[in-house]
């Protein structure tokens, strides 16, 4: 992921690494730097040393986590007629290193917005409604993501236009031997119509960071620095960061299947696209995150679940607060029994904090495909905004998650082809089987149960039935009962005929034995089909793409060829008549 450019004269970083950029010892300031300090009255204020830049990013051990802090703040501009976030990559034409380029609508900084938010631990964001609140997140993000971020914004504050450029160079910092964090700033404001710079010093200082920009930036001009205004409309900001040599690691192995390299629990790993999918719990009505030119198709999880039941919990937050209640979404992942993933996402104020939280332990069956969604705004986050602080009320959240998922799954499991948890049912159960008159198990059917589920077969429903039965089991909690009918009988519900957001079958629906082997078949047979689908709506989006294309160049020549016909009919009529 991103990480440093070359500065002023064009030499790469000792070291591009992140996770070891930091480890440099700087040279002792002359005593000569500390009599002027102190002569000039700053000695006595404390200082914030480069290096905490890089110890600062370390709270970043995602990437993506990162990259999230970055979209938090547009979509709190949305409050300020934010309608966008671009994400795209652009080149570094001094070096040819690539940067890593954020772009939004919203308000914009004017110049002191832009300095409290080059400032460490600054914050303006007071609502109950923001996500961003700690004043850190901007640069924790960027330093973690690269070793520069250049900042260009344009604010519209009624008559008053300013353009605000503003530079935060780890490497600017380390190469020039600096004991403290200096951040160039340049203003610009529109008068009469022409960008005219704006001094709140004296003019030295501000070609002191003009310079300095010049010198560590990806740009070599004042020309090139206003060129970036030029597609940020009447107000935005732009974010440009810079490229790390580093792979990023993760992926699947080639063994995994298709199913699960394709679920959207392992893709948000390594896509920075699966992963803005989810993050926001609420879909947007009239804001887009833009990646790589393709608007990111927001996901949410609560729709995807079937046989979906909604548990409402009552957190104990405090004696003398307001009572808190919290609906959990838990149900079934759709790709169940074929998919064994499981976990609870837990958001904080609409955004995603942990994904597919594993509040059981793996490896038994219990809890198999059940997937949970809530938002816990009772609690808050870590400053990384990837996990929680672990209070007692988050203890006490995971185990009631824990118990809820446990509980979903005694009284659902059945639905997705395990057989029923309770005991009563499950000895009823047996005892229709055996009344039936069923052979022995079979080893190839078991052989292939096993291999569709993972290895889970414990408490799988048995396939060693006769084809001509039929066991049907009501979802009414302990007091259900087994029965068991003829063919004749014909009651039969294929999974076709389930409502995936059903939660209980009645008396007079019957659950097919084969459930098992047919929702695994239906969901493979799905999956494959949805795949074709979306392979088949990028080719004919490329398809139009083209077309339209070719339609625009189509007018061009028409127009152009018209152009030419009334010239030439000009011409005609001046010319003077033959004698």
């Known amino acids: 992921m991103p990480a440093a450019?070359?500065?002023?004269?064009?030499?790469?970083?000792?070291?591009?690494?992140?996770w070891k950029a930091g480890a440099f010892e700087s040279a002792s300031a002359p005593s000569r730097e500390f009599h002027d300090a102190l002569e000039a009255g700053d000695f006595d204020r404390a200082r914030v040393h480069p290096k905490f830049l890089h110890t600062n990013a370390t709270s970043h051990k995602w990437a993506f986590?990162?990259?999230?802090?970055?979209?938090?703040?547009?979509?709190?501009?949305?409050?300020?007629?934010?309608?966008?976030?671009k994400v795209d990559k652009s080149v570094n034409l001094k070096d040819n290193s690539t940067m890593l380029v954020f772009q939004d609508d919203g308000g914009g900084m004017d110049p002191e917005g832009v300095r409290r938010c080059m400032s460490l631990g600054f914050s303006t964001k007071k609502s109950k409604k923001t996500i961003g609140q700690y004043g850190n997140g901007f640069k924790t993000s960027t330093m973690r993501l690269g070793a520069d971020a250049i900042v260009f914004t344009r604010a519209n504050r009624g008559s008053n236009v300013t353009l605000s450029i503003g530079l935060l160079s780890y490497t600017f910092l380390r190469r020039t031997m600096k004991d403290d964090i200096v951040v160039p700033m340049l203003d610009f404001k529109i008068q009469d119509?022409?960008?005219?710079?704006?001094?709140?010093?004296?003019?030295?200082?501000?070609d002191s960071s003009l310079k300095i920009i010049l010198d560590w930036s990806p740009f070599s001009s004042k020309e090139e620095l206003l060129q970036q205004f030029e597609d940020i409309v009447s107000h935005g900001?732009?974010?440009?960061?810079?490229?790390?040599?580093?792979?990023?690691?993760?992926?699947?192995?080639?063994?995994?299947?298709?199913?699960?390299?394709?679920?959207?629990?392992?893709r948000l790993r390594f896509s920075l696209r699966a992963y803005t999918s989810i993050l926001?719990?609420?879909?947007?009505?009239?804001?887009?995150?833009?990646?790589?030119?393709?608007?990111?198709?927001?996901?949410?999880?609560?729709?995807?679940?079937?046989?979906?039941?909604?548990?409402?919990?009552?957190?104990?937050?405090?004696?003398d607060s307001q009572v808190v209640s919290v609906k959990v979404d838990v149900g079934f992942a759709k790709e169940a029994p074929v998919l064994g993933i499981f976990g609870m996402n837990v958001y904080h104020k609409n955004r995603l904090i942990m994904p597919f939280w594993k509040v059981l332990?793996?490896?038994?069956?219990?809890?198999?495909?059940?997937?949970?969604v809530l938002e816990a705004n009772f609690i808050e986050p870590a400053h990384d905004k990837q996990d929680f602080e672990r209070t007692p009320l988050f203890i006490r959240l995971e185990a009631k998650l824990r118990q809820i998922i446990l509980d979903y799954w005694k009284e659902k499991c059945h639905l997705i082809g395990y057989q029923p948890v309770d005991p009563q049912l499950r000895s009823q159960?047996?005892?229709?089987?055996?009344?039936?008159?069923?052979?022995?198990?079979?080893?190839?059917?078991?052989?292939?149960?096993?291999?569709?589920?993972?290895?889970?077969?414990?408490?799988l429903l048995p396939e060693t039935y006769d084809d001509t039965e039929v066991i049907g089991l009501t979802a009414n909690g302990a007091g259900s009962r087994v029965r068991s009918f003829g063919q004749a009988q014909g009651n039969s519900m294929e999974p076709a005929g389930l409502d995936k957001n059903s939660a209980d079958i009645g008396s007079d629906g019957a659950l097919d034995p084969n459930l098992m082997e047919k929702l695994s078949e239906e969901n493979v047979g799905l999956f494959t089909r949805r795949e074709e689908l979306r392979q088949r709506d990028a080719q004919l989006r490329q398809t139009v793409g083209e077309l339209e294309q070719q339609l625009a160049e189509t007018k061009r020549k028409c127009a152009q060829l018209a152009d030419d016909l009334r010239v030439r009919k000009s011409q005609h009529q001046q010319q003077p008549p033959y004698i």
């Open 429 to 459: 159960y047996k005892a229709a089987l055996k009344d039936s008159g069923n052979p022995g198990p079979k080893s190839q059917q078991n052989a292939s149960t096993n291999r569709r589920t993972g290895g889970h077969t414990s408490n």
């Open 193 to 206: 119509g022409h960008i005219v710079p704006l001094v709140y010093g004296s003019q030295g200082d501000w």
């Open 237 to 266: 900001t732009k974010d440009i960061l810079l490229r790390d040599q580093d792979k990023a690691s993760g992926g699947v192995t080639k063994a995994q299947k298709e199913i699960v390299q394709q679920h959207i629990s392992h």
């Open 65 to 85: 986590g990162a990259i999230a802090e970055l979209l938090d703040n547009a979509v709190d501009e949305i409050c300020n007629g934010a309608t966008f976030i």
């Open 5 to 18: 450019m070359a500065g002023g004269g064009g030499r790469a970083l000792d070291c591009r690494s992140f």
């Open 361 to 372: 332990q793996e490896g038994s069956s219990r809890g198999r495909s059940v997937v949970g």
């Open 280 to 319: 926001y719990l609420k879909k947007f009505e009239n804001f887009q995150i833009i990646l790589r030119g393709k608007p990111v198709e927001q996901i949410r999880i609560a729709d995807e679940l079937k046989f979906k039941k909604v548990v409402t919990y009552k957190p104990q937050v405090a004696h």
